[in-house]
């Protein structure tokens, strides 16, 4: 049977897995593999990366979330290149922590057990506590991780990129309100 590219969400969607997931294969994992060899990765990191991203986009397929506006094969590879990236950000940091150990700690005290430190990390606390957890967890992804919006729409269970990006965008409003707000809290954030 001959698949086209835009008739594999219905396939998807009508159970015809067996058929579209060799397609898929055929057609976008030879790139993905290919990328991420390019980028210190394995084949056996490429069928894992591409696995998870096939299941990703079922879930998007199957809950109606996909955009059809995307191409498929371009989405699966973009998304595949996403995960990876991201999973090699979170090892180099794993890596890091790793080699720094526990003994480099032992001579010098927690910087958050002196007074000063601890009134900034309460300011911090305090801030962020008036714009809800999703705030947070959208903020920290955005600003800190700087994820792709495409990885925190997955990550998070939005519908579309535009849905992160005006969440993202009431969000920050929160947080100038918020700060806005409290003006004590809008000095002390200048001394930090």
């Known amino acids: 049977m001959k698949i086209s590219e835009e008739q594999i969400p219905d396939l998807i969607r009508n159970g015809k897995d067996k058929e579209v997931i060799p397609h898929l294969y055929k057609k976008v994992f030879p790139l993905v593999?290919?990328?991420?060899?390019?980028?210190?990765?394995?084949?056996?990191?490429?069928?894992d990366v591409f696995q998870d991203c096939l299941l990703l986009f079922y879930k998007q397929v199957i809950k109606n979330t996909f955009d059809?506006?995307?191409?498929?094969?371009?989405?699966l590879y973009r998304i595949s290149i996403n995960l990876?990236?991201?999973k090699i950000k979170k090892e180099q940091r794993i890596?890091?922590?790793?080699?720094?150990?526990d003994e480099a700690f032992e001579e010098e005290p927690s910087p958050w057990d002196r007074p000063q430190e601890r009134t900034d990390e309460n300011v911090i606390k305090s801030l962020f506590s008036g714009i809800g957890e999703k705030c947070v967890e959208l903020l920290t992804n955005t600003v800190y991780y700087n994820l792709?919006?495409?990885?925190?729409?997955?990550?998070?269970?939005?519908?579309?990129?535009?849905?992160?990006?005006?969440?993202?965008?009431?969000?920050?409003q929160k947080l100038i309100k918020e700060?806005?707000?409290?003006?004590?809290?809008?000095?002390?954030?200048?001394?930090i």
């Open 33 to 47: 593999e290919n990328y991420i060899r390019k980028n210190s990765g394995r084949k056996e990191d490429a069928s």
């Open 148 to 172: 792709l919006m495409e990885d925190i729409m997955i990550r998070m269970g939005f519908s579309s990129i535009d849905a992160v990006k005006m969440q993202q965008k009431r969000c920050k």
């Open 68 to 75: 059809p506006k995307y191409k498929v094969y371009g989405y």
């Open 95 to 101: 890596q890091y922590l790793e080699t720094v150990g």
């Open 179 to 191: 700060i806005e707000n409290n003006p004590a809290l809008a000095d002390k954030l200048k001394g």
């Open 84 to 86: 990876w990236i991201n």
